[in-house]
Every structure is written in structure tokens, then in C-alpha cells.
């Protein structure tokens, strides 16, 4: 049973209002500037119980966190998201001011007003009117999980948090992270799952000597050329149900060489994989290894994953999240795998987890923007959500 604080005598929360709010801390990460202060006052007024979690790690920045939660009983439906954001770039090349969030022509602008602070704004009054309608009669309970470091190194942030939960006995029973996920309409999709992304450094070595007399040297890229060709030619595979091929991308060859007329001692070459769920970090760096061992020569390979690929097969979430989308929009959205990472890489190991947000055409870009209207339509369609979600749970 749920305690649902004063909903005769206080204004509901406006999910327009909070994301402006939101806008107007300057929480580029890891700084806070105010922006979970903002969610905290919501969510205790509504009678949530919040905890405000800092965490440290060394050569890392201290990131503030935040776990809210109304009700005590299972099963704990958690919105997730985060208040951090991206610079804002040249401030000259902005039509307004970016932390100041305005609305011109029926749009709100500022940096975090696609990702994600309007999905945060919609959150809060989502939660706040399914209380009200429910008049405290929840069996289960409803969470918000708010970072302020999804756009950073993400070590501070909600890896830590589910750590934190689970030495107190917090657990969740499906989540919807608040990501920008809409393509080019409010509703057209939600993201399922994200591909893996692993990132590689590639150093090989050689002997440096005269352009003139390739005999009295032993050339690195002539060696780096033949490992690289492989990643760049062959096509791992032909996608999964759920996901599409593998990628692979090299992002930078350098040798640090300004002469012409000298064969460089070392290259140094990153590429970054995107791939699908046929394959792992591990697997990959074997592949990748069994190229460059047969260049011969010696060489150096680092190998960073921020996530293998993961998916929440569609199902009784999915189902639950479609069918209010289609009530509010008329849409059913397309369920995705596409796009980079997201902090849903951490909460996949806990429970069934979507992504879904509005439009995220700007997101990080100049003049980052989403029409007023969708906010509070998004708000509507994530209390649709748990309208269906907790008639569904048992009990």
C-alpha cells in the first residue's frame, strides 16, 4: 500500500514546468547545479522517500544520485534516467540561451530538453496522477533511479546505485529508461535492446630507417595495413532476430611520423565494433587476434567493451508499453535495437527493460528542442504504462 502525500491540497506537478526546471541547471557532468534538488522536492512532495547517493571512485569526479521510491510491497516498477548532460558547444551558435529553458513557437529549448530531462519532468507527473487515480490503493511500488552521470564515464553512476540497492534489499521488477528514443514522431519507437560496443587500440611495432632502403627497415604499416584490411573487408555476420549486422568502424591511424623520407618505428591505429548479440567482448578479441597473429611481426592490442549486446525479448512489458502508446498517439512503435549505449546496459542484468522517450532529433546538437505538447503526452502515455502494468501484477 502506497502513501500518496496531500493530493487535495497541493497543485499537481506540471511535467512542462519541471522540465524547464530541469533546463535551467547547468548539470553539464558531472556536475548537479541543482537538478536533483529539483527532482527530490517533486517526488517528496507526492510522498516518495528519497535518497540522495554520492559516489566516489578514484580518478573519477564525485557524481550525486538519486533512489526514490513510494510503496514497500513488490513488484517495483522503476523509472530510470539521468539529469546530466552534454556541453552545450559555442553558446554564440544557439538561438537562445541554452540553460535557460525557453519556449519560442510552441517548443521548449535548452540542452537535456530531449535528453532527458522532459522525460524526467513526465516521470514525476506520470507517477503523481496514477497515485491520485489509484487513491493509495497500489499493491506494489513505484521507483525513479536518476543519475548524474549517464553522458560521462558512467562509473559513479547507476552501476553504482544497483549496487547500492542490492546491499538494501531494493529490488526492481521492470524499468523504462526515459531516452530519447522517438525517431521523428512521439511514439514511432522504443528501444528493446543496444548493441555491444567494443573499442580497440592497435600498436605495431617495427624498425625505423630510410624511405630510400626499405630492406634496413622493417615497416609497421605496411604490416598494420594487412591486420586492418580484414576489419574493414570482411562481414562478421548477417544479424540476429533482434539486431542488425555487425559494424566495424576504424577511427584513427597515426604514426606521429612529420618525415616523408623515414619508415616509422610504431603505428597506432582505434576502431570501434558495433555488434549484435551472436557475438561477445571475448569473442571478438579472439577474432581479432587470430587476424593480427597472422601478419606475423609484433604488436600490442587493448581492448575496452562499455557493453556486450543485450535484449528484452518482447513480451508482457513491450505489450503493456505499445498498447499506451497507441492510445495516446495512435502509433505503435517499432521495437529497435539501433543506436549507441545507455544506462539500460545496467539495469538488463536486473529485470525486463525498455527504452522510450520523445523525439531525439537534437539531442547534443545546437538548439537541442522537443514541442511542448509531447511532454505532457509522453507524461500521459507513461501513466497509461503503469495503469496496465500494475492490472496486469499479481496480487
Same mark, same amino acid.
Given at each position: 500500500m502506497s502513501s500518496h502525500a496531500e493530493t487535495v491540497t497541493r497543485p499537481a %506537478?506540471?511535467?512542462?514546468?519541471?522540465?524547464?526546471?530541469?533546463?535551467?541547471?547547468?548539470?553539464?557532468?558531472?556536475?548537479?547545479?541543482?537538478? =536533483?534538488?529539483?527532482?527530490?522536492?517533486?517526488?517528496?512532495?507526492?510522498?516518495? /522517500?528519497?535518497?540522495?547517493?554520492?559516489?566516489?571512485?578514484?580518478?573519477?569526479?564525485?557524481?550525486?544520485n538519486l533512489y526514490a521510491r513510494i510503496g514497500t510491497e513488490s513488484p517495483n516498477f522503476c523509472f530510470a534516467g539521468h539529469t546530466?548532460?552534454?556541453? %552545450?558547444?559555442? /553558446?554564440?551558435?544557439?538561438?537562445?540561451?541554452?540553460?535557460?529553458?525557453?519556449?519560442?513557437?510552441?517548443? =521548449? +529549448?535548452?540542452?537535456?530538453?530531449?535528453?532527458?530531462?522532459?522525460? $524526467?519532468?513526465?516521470?514525476? !507527473?506520470?507517477?503523481?496522477r496514477f497515485l491520485t487515480a489509484s487513491e493509495d490503493d497500489l499493491a506494489g511500488s513505484i521507483s525513479l533511479l536518476i543519475t548524474g552521470d549517464e553522458e560521462g564515464p558512467a562509473v559513479n553512476g547507476t552501476a553504482r546505485v544497483l549496487d547500492w540497492m542490492h546491499e538494501n534489499g531494493e529490488t526492481i521488477d521492470a524499468c523504462i529508461v526515459g531516452e530519447p528514443t522517438s525517431a521523428e514522431v512521439l511514439g514511432d519507437m522504443a528501444k528493446i535492446g543496444r548493441r555491444g560496443s567494443l573499442t580497440g587500440t592497435l600498436v605495431v611495432h617495427g624498425i625505423q630507417g630510410? !624511405?630510400? +632502403? *626499405?630492406?634496413?627497415?622493417?615497416? %609497421? #604499416?605496411?604490416?598494420?595495413?594487412?591486420? #586492418?584490411? %580484414? =576489419? !574493414?573487408?570482411?562481414?562478421?555476420?548477417?544479424?540476429?532476430?533482434?539486431?542488425? *549486422?555487425?559494424?566495424?568502424? $576504424?577511427?584513427?591511424?597515426?604514426?606521429?611520423?612529420?618525415? /616523408?623520407?623515414? $619508415?616509422?618505428?610504431?603505428?597506432?591505429? /582505434?576502431?570501434? $565494433?558495433r555488434f549484435n548479440d551472436l557475438h561477445t567482448d571475448r569473442s571478438l578479441e579472439a577474432w581479432l587476434r587470430e587476424i593480427f597473429d597472422q601478419a606475423g611481426g609484433r604488436y600490442e592490442l587493448e581492448t575496452s567493451c562499455s557493453s556486450n549486446a543485450f535484449v528484452t525479448e518482447p513480451g508482457p512489458l513491450s505489450d503493456d508499453l505499445s498498447a499506451a502508446v497507441e492510445v495516446v498517439t495512435g502509433r505503435i512503435p517499432e521495437l529497435s535495437t539501433t543506436g549507441g549505449t545507455s544506462d539500460a546496459r545496467f539495469i538488463r542484468a536486473w529485470c525486463p527493460v525498455i527504452e522510450f522517450g520523445g523525439v531525439g532529433a537534437t539531442m547534443h546538437k545546437v538548439d537541442e528542442n522537443v514541442p511542448v505538447a509531447d511532454i505532457p503526452a509522453l507524461s500521459r502515455i507513461y501513466e497509461l504504462l503503469l495503469a496496465r502494468y500494475f492490472a496486469r501484477a499479481p496480487g
Amino acid at each position: 500500500m502506497s502513501s500518496h502525500a496531500e493530493t487535495v491540497t497541493r497543485p499537481a %506537478p506540471d511535467p512542462v514546468e519541471i522540465s524547464r526546471r530541469l533546463i535551467r541547471c547547468a548539470s553539464v557532468t558531472p556536475a548537479d547545479e541543482g537538478a =536533483l534538488d529539483v527532482v527530490q522536492r517533486a517526488l517528496e512532495e507526492i510522498g516518495f /522517500t528519497c535518497h540522495r547517493l554520492l559516489f566516489s571512485n578514484e580518478g573519477t569526479a564525485d557524481v550525486d544520485n538519486l533512489y526514490a521510491r513510494i510503496g514497500t510491497e513488490s513488484p517495483n516498477f522503476c523509472f530510470a534516467g539521468h539529469t546530466d548532460v552534454v556541453p %552545450p558547444g559555442d /553558446t554564440a551558435l544557439w538561438q537562445v540561451d541554452p540553460f535557460g529553458g525557453d519556449i519560442v513557437d510552441d517548443r =521548449l +529549448y535548452g540542452r537535456g530538453a530531449s535528453d532527458m530531462k522532459s522525460s $524526467i519532468g513526465a516521470f514525476i !507527473a506520470a507517477a503523481d496522477r496514477f497515485l491520485t487515480a489509484s487513491e493509495d490503493d497500489l499493491a506494489g511500488s513505484i521507483s525513479l533511479l536518476i543519475t548524474g552521470d549517464e553522458e560521462g564515464p558512467a562509473v559513479n553512476g547507476t552501476a553504482r546505485v544497483l549496487d547500492w540497492m542490492h546491499e538494501n534489499g531494493e529490488t526492481i521488477d521492470a524499468c523504462i529508461v526515459g531516452e530519447p528514443t522517438s525517431a521523428e514522431v512521439l511514439g514511432d519507437m522504443a528501444k528493446i535492446g543496444r548493441r555491444g560496443s567494443l573499442t580497440g587500440t592497435l600498436v605495431v611495432h617495427g624498425i625505423q630507417g630510410h !624511405a630510400a +632502403y *626499405p630492406q634496413r627497415a622493417d615497416n %609497421p #604499416l605496411s604490416r598494420m595495413v594487412r591486420m #586492418l584490411a %580484414p =576489419l !574493414a573487408d570482411e562481414q562478421l555476420d548477417q544479424g540476429s532476430v533482434h539486431f542488425p *549486422p555487425t559494424t566495424v568502424a $576504424i577511427a584513427s591511424i597515426d604514426t606521429g611520423n612529420p618525415a /616523408t623520407n623515414v $619508415i616509422p618505428a610504431r603505428a597506432r591505429a /582505434t576502431f570501434n $565494433i558495433r555488434f549484435n548479440d551472436l557475438h561477445t567482448d571475448r569473442s571478438l578479441e579472439a577474432w581479432l587476434r587470430e587476424i593480427f597473429d597472422q601478419a606475423g611481426g609484433r604488436y600490442e592490442l587493448e581492448t575496452s567493451c562499455s557493453s556486450n549486446a543485450f535484449v528484452t525479448e518482447p513480451g508482457p512489458l513491450s505489450d503493456d508499453l505499445s498498447a499506451a502508446v497507441e492510445v495516446v498517439t495512435g502509433r505503435i512503435p517499432e521495437l529497435s535495437t539501433t543506436g549507441g549505449t545507455s544506462d539500460a546496459r545496467f539495469i538488463r542484468a536486473w529485470c525486463p527493460v525498455i527504452e522510450f522517450g520523445g523525439v531525439g532529433a537534437t539531442m547534443h546538437k545546437v538548439d537541442e528542442n522537443v514541442p511542448v505538447a509531447d511532454i505532457p503526452a509522453l507524461s500521459r502515455i507513461y501513466e497509461l504504462l503503469l495503469a496496465r502494468y500494475f492490472a496486469r501484477a499479481p496480487g
